[in-house]
T-cell receptor, first 108, second 117 residues
Framework: KNEVEQSPQNLTAQEGEFITINCSYSVGISALHWLQQHPGGGIVSLFMLSSGKKKHGRLIATINIQEKHSSLHITASHPRDSAVYIC??????????FGKGTLLTVNP | NAGVTQTPKFQVLKTGQSMTLQCAQD?????MYWYRQDPGMGLRLIYYSASEGTTDKGEVPNGYNVSRLNKREFSLRLESAAPSQTSVYFC????????????????FGPGTRLTVL
């Protein structure tokens, strides 16, 4: 079973700061997902990546397959970025294994 | 498009009662999933369905049953609710089939908050 570890568990930042959230996993994967869960509970997919780097607006996700590690970066953070960010990894089947999430709070 | 819808949004049950959580998607997705989310734990897969007519157990299937009624609908049934089943339940769907499913984005419903007394 793949173990997925996220760090930090909690992160507080000031508006405008550069933020990094890390995800490590124990077993080789086919894909890694980053998800965002809003305070109201809704979950949306941010990225799916299997290699390299993806960028969407102020969000950047990178993955290092050899080191079994991924990072999610947020540039110029804003209070509306406050949410729980979840890393999930998938193997050669239908199933994703989820990390426990990182609670990000961005203060104005 | 409504995406993934779930009913009800909230439910309180007494121990031993039964209920069915409903999920529907209008994106013509093949795969559908039921997860539970508990404080301090990641989302855990209860059951999934890779295609219409097939269902398989996930990580925590005990105490639950599912039905893939058609391509759109995937229901989760608690036959005899227990306090340990107090949780937030999420339904999700993705377009993937077979070995490629983990490459496909999963779309989540809004969740059902269930309390079992």
């Amino acid at each position: 079973k793949n173990e997925v570890e996220q760090s930090p568990q909690n992160l507080t930042a000031q508006e405008g700061e550069f933020i990094t959230i890390n995800c490590s996993y124990s077993v080789g994967i086919s894909a890694l997902h980053w998800l965002q869960q809003h305070p109201g509970g809704g979950i949306v997919s941010l990225f799916m990546l299997s290699s390299g780097k993806k960028k969407h607006g102020r969000l950047i996700a990178t993955i290092n397959i050899q080191e079994k590690h991924s990072s999610l970066h947020i540039t110029a953070s804003h209070p509306r970025d406050s949410a729980v960010y979840i890393c999930a990894v998938g193997g050669s089947n239908y199933k994703l294994t989820f990390g426990k999430g990182t609670l990000l709070t961005v203060n104005p | 498009n409504a995406g993934v819808t779930q009913t009800p949004k909230f439910q309180v049950l007494k121990t031993g009662q039964s209920m069915t959580l409903q999920c529907a998607q209008d994106m013509n997705h093949n795969s559908m999933y039921w997860y539970r989310q508990d404080p301090g734990m990641g989302l855990r897969l209860i059951y999934y369905s890779a295609s219409e007519g097939t269902t398989d157990k996930g990580e925590v299937p005990n105490g639950y049953n599912v039905s893939r009624l058609n391509k759109r609908e995937f229901s989760l049934r608690l036959e005899s609710a227990a306090p340990s089943q107090t949780s937030v339940y999420f339904c999700a769907s993705s377009s993937g089939t077979s070995l490629l499913s983990s490459y496909n984005e999963q779309f989540f419903g809004p969740g059902t908050r269930l309390t079992v007394l």
